[in-house]
């Protein structure tokens, strides 16, 4: 589809290849330079101006939807041909990808995504949203961890898309939509048992290249057990995920804000140190969470009743209580785990540190390192992990700067980053001195500032590569060899080679009078080419 602009958008390049149900694209708009994600579609044949303006009404409900865990919908329109929506342009992969990157992800990170996937749907519910078409593809993953669902939308919008169900989505539907019935929330809760299970094992719950025996499976077949396929998979976890992959809705949580509630009690006794086992003796249910009673009741659905008194139990009873405990014990033994280790902690941030994808940096710093050094602040690889998180920060400070830069956006950043942009300048330009002078002066005005210590990071270790390097050169002498090497690009018709030098030669010492005479060279190139250009 070649098209340049379509509403008040222009269109600059691809993000998706095209498909019948529209194409992708990075977007501006015009006058407000504002980056966004184009979906453009062709108008359905015979579209009526009713329907028409109940895609339009739907537009206005779906820029209401706004979560941290919903990728936002900034509205959408017409053309003579085609309808657009624009989005949020979300800095990150889809889930999809980072499974075919990773293979699966670790319990804690899909415990922590489960919740994510929960927090945004049931925000979604309050508006009588459901999905209904979740599946790793239309979910995001930011450089931060945050989850983002994409690709929301009623009957009037999918009736205009007309895309059909892919094997992909078949696989986290659920059984009740594959026979027709309406997305719901508790249709919603299936598929995101079915990403959970896909991210701790890497493979969906159910697998087949025939729609029709796939369709069979999830309707007939039992789920496979999370803890067969993940053998680190916490026995609560695998049980959460099976309760979400049940065929009947009514077996499911009772709710979203129940699931949700039933990983945050999972979560905290995590984090507390209690084993699978006290899991099963002390009776793992949501209601035990510090939250009041009356309104957990509520989440799950649960009729309240009145209160009984108790009765005397019988020694009977109380002996088969305690066989029954003890039968438990020993079911549980087998499932028993501790929380890791510091040297297992050190192992697992080392192997996605080694990774070259800087979401595994992150992974490494927000699920282990962080916990290396909340548990063991004082233990053997306490130090290594404050100069690895460090490390995590400042080249996720980097990546954010080399982004701002490329889309000349410097308004917000804070004087530390400024002066580092300048003495990166400097040394890109091949102005070595300059640019160390920078990089220690970054070092001495910001260094009693917490949030500039990624930045004094990136100063430090271009000071150590400036000083490997060991090539530095005077001012004078630097300058007359760049316009030396701009007059010879501009002899062999490297117009832009030229240009650059020169440009690059006036911004950089325009205030600096030792080169005054040089700059003023610079200046007469770039209008005697300003001039033949006229």
């Known amino acids: ?44 044949l015979g579209m009526t101006p009713e329907s028409r303006q109940a895609f339009a009404e739907q537009l206005e409900q779906l820029k209401a939807l706004r979560h941290v865990g919903i990728v936002r919908c900034y509205g959408g329109g017409f053309d003579t041909r085609n309808a657009f929506l624009a989005y949020e342009l979300v800095d990150g ?21 489960g919740k994510q996937l929960c927090e945004a749907l049931h925000h979604a519910q309050q508006f009588a949203w459901a999905h209904g078409r979740l599946q790793p593809s239309k979910i995001l993953v930011t450089p931060e961890g945050q989850i983002k669902i994409a690709d929301w939308r009623r009957e009037e919008i999918s009736a205009m898309l007309n895309s059909p169900m892919t094997v992909e989505q078949m696989q ?15 249709s919603d809760l299936y598929s995101v048992g079915a990403l959970m299970f896909t991210m701790l094992t890497s493979t969906p719950p159910f697998s087949a290249s025939d729609p029709a025996t796939l369709t069979y499976q999830i309707r007939q077949t039992p789920a496979p057990n999370v803890a067969s396929f993940a053998m680190d998979c916490p026995v609560w976890l695998s049980a959460i995920v099976e309760q979400l992959l049940s065929k ?36 793992f249910s949501p209601l035990q969470m510090n939250v009041d009673r009356r309104e957990a009741e509520k989440v799950l659905g649960i009729k309240q ?22 039968v438990l014990a020993i079911i549980g033994i087998g499932w028993f785990m501790l929380p890791p280790s510091e040297a297992k902690l050190y192992s697992r941030a080392e192997s996605y540190l080694a990774s070259e994808n800087w979401i595994d940096w992150n992974q490494a710093r927000d699920v282990y390192l962080k916990q290396m050094l909340e548990r063991f602040p004082e233990g053997k690889y306490a130090e290594w992990a404050q100069d690895k998180s460090l490390w995590v920060d400042a080249r996720e400070a980097e990546r954010r700067m080399d982004r701002d830069e490329k889309r000349g956006r410097k308004e917000g950043w804070s004087p530390a980053q400024t002066q580092f942009s300048e003495a990166r300048g400097f040394e890109r330009f091949g102005d070595l001195s300059s640019a160390l002078d920078k990089y220690r002066a970054i070092q001495t005005l910001f260094a009693d500032q917490e949030e500039s210590k990624p930045i004094i990071y990136l100063a430090g270790e271009a000071i150590a590569r400036i000083r490997e390097s060991g090539e530095t050169s005077t001012l004078q002498t630097l300058l007359t060899k760049k316009m030396e090497q701009a007059d ?7 117009i832009s080679t030229a240009k650059l030098i020169w440009e690059s030669i006036v911004e950089l010492y325009a205030a600096d009078p030792q080169v005054a005479p040089i700059v003023e060279q610079a200046k007469q190139r770039l209008e005697e080419l300003s001039a033949k250009k006229k």
């Open 1 to 44: 589809m070649a098209k340049s602009r379509i509403g008040p958008f222009a269109l600059e390049s691809p993000l998706s290849p095209p498909t019948k149900a529209g194409q992708m694209f990075r977007g501006v708009h015009v006058e407000q330079r504002k980056l966004a994600a184009i979906r453009v579609f062709p108008i359905p």
């Open 93 to 113: 992969e889809s889930l999809n990808q980072t499974l075919q990157r990773r293979g699966r992800l670790t319990w804690e990170t899909t415990l922590e995504y």
């Open 172 to 186: 986290m539907t659920a059984p009740e939509l594959l026979e027709g019935q309406m997305p719901s929330e508790k």
């Open 248 to 283: 009947d809705p009514m077996r499911r949580p009772f709710s979203v804000a129940a699931c949700l509630l039933a990983l945050r009690e999972a979560e905290r006794r995590q984090s507390e140190g209690v084993g699978v086992l006290q899991h099963a003796t002390a009776g």
């Open 305 to 326: 009743k009145k209160e009984k008194a108790p009765r005397e139990g019988s020694f009977l009873e109380s002996t088969w209580l305690l066989v029954a405990g003890l």
């Open 488 to 494: 010879e690009a501009y002899g062999r018709a490297q």
